[in-house]
Each structure stands twice: as structure tokens, then as C-alpha cells.
């Protein structure tokens, strides 16, 4: 089974490069990005504007092959990839919560950016809490160190692409 998808826009963030990104929209916070919107999809953001927050949901275009075990930024462990947020993923598929600014003819400005510019958006949705808020009782290796992605950064361990990547 081959599964495709087409990209319905464009994030333009001040990220040029991987390194030194946030590495979670908390560690973004104040950072303006926007969505170009292709024209063929601008009629789906219709009514988009009564939402304060949008699910982002985007190809990782940037990342080379994949890893089953990674070292995460906020850990010094390997953990399985499923079990972290790391790019190196089999699907390389990204999702962020970011604050909706407002609407422009070409798409949507956004609030709390931690996306790779010229990235592929997949799909947009509303964020809505009675959805999309669950009380979590536990979080794994995350506990005690999720706070710490308002102030990490990413660096090179996942950007660089070797021959083994690419199939070559």
C-alpha cells in the first residue's frame, strides 16, 4: 500500500536552518510564522478565524531516513522513536500546536513558530479543548524534563544526511 499526500501550503518562519531551532512551539513563544496557502485550498481557511489555536500538521522535507532508536534533545537515553518526538521518524510527520494571529488573502499568521522555513503543511485543523485536552496521568520518560523545551534548541543530530540516507 502506498499512501500520498499533497502538500495544501507552505509555513515562511524566520527558521532558516535546523540548528538552534525550538524544538516545541513552547519554545517558541512570540515567534510569527505564517501559512501560504495554495490558491486551490484557500476556501477551506472560511471561518478559520474563530479559533485561537490551530493542530499543524507537516512533512518533515528536511529530515534523511530513519532511526527506530533515538537519543531525544531533552534526554541523554536512547528511547524507541514512537516513544519521543524526535524528527527521525518512519514517517517523517510533524505536528504543533500554534496560536491563530489572523487571516490574510494568502493564508494564516501564526504565533509560537517552531517550524523549518519553506516546510510542506499536510492539514490544518481547529483546536478545540473539550476535543483535544486530556488529563495525563503519566508521561513516560518526559517527566521532569518536558519543561525543558521552552529552553532547548535544536542541533545537528537529526539534520545531516549521509549516503546510507539517501540510498546511495
Known amino acids: 500500500m502506498q499512501i500520498t499526500y499533497r502538500p495544501i501550503g507552505f509555513f515562511h518562519t524566520p527558521h532558516k536552518n535546523t540548528t538552534g531551532m525550538p524544538i516545541q512551539p513552547s519554545g517558541a513563544q512570540g515567534i510569527k510564522g505564517t501559512i501560504n496557502i495554495l490558491p486551490e485550498f484557500r476556501e477551506g481557511i472560511r471561518d478559520i478565524e474563530g479559533f485561537s489555536h490551530l493542530i499543524i500538521l507537516y512533512h518533515l522535507h528536511e529530515?534523511?531516513?530513519?532511526?527506530?532508536?533515538?537519543?531525544?534533545?531533552?534526554?541523554?537515553?536512547?528511547?524507541?522513536?514512537?516513544?519521543?518526538?524526535?524528527p527521525k521518524r518512519p514517517n517523517p510527520l510533524g505536528l504543533s500546536v500554534m496560536a491563530l494571529c489572523g487571516v490574510s488573502d494568502?493564508?494564516?499568521?501564526?504565533?509560537?513558530?517552531?517550524?523549518?522555513?519553506?516546510?510542506?503543511?499536510?492539514?490544518?485543523?481547529?483546536?478545540?479543548?473539550?476535543?483535544?485536552?486530556?488529563?495525563?496521568?503519566?508521561?513516560g520518560w518526559f517527566e521532569g524534563k518536558s519543561g525543558n523545551a521552552t529552553t532547548r534548541r535544536s542541533d545537528d543530530r537529526f539534520s545531516a544526511c549521509t549516503l546510507e540516507d539517501t540510498g546511495s
Open 63 to 86: 529530515i534523511c531516513g530513519q532511526e527506530l532508536t533515538v537519543v531525544p534533545f531533552l534526554d541523554k537515553n536512547p528511547h524507541g522513536i514512537f516513544a519521543t518526538r524526535s
Open 106 to 139: 494568502e493564508g494564516i499568521i501564526l504565533n509560537n513558530v517552531d517550524v523549518l522555513d519553506g516546510t510542506p503543511v499536510i492539514d490544518i485543523k481547529p483546536y478545540v479543548p473539550d476535543f483535544d485536552v486530556w488529563p495525563a496521568d503519566r508521561v
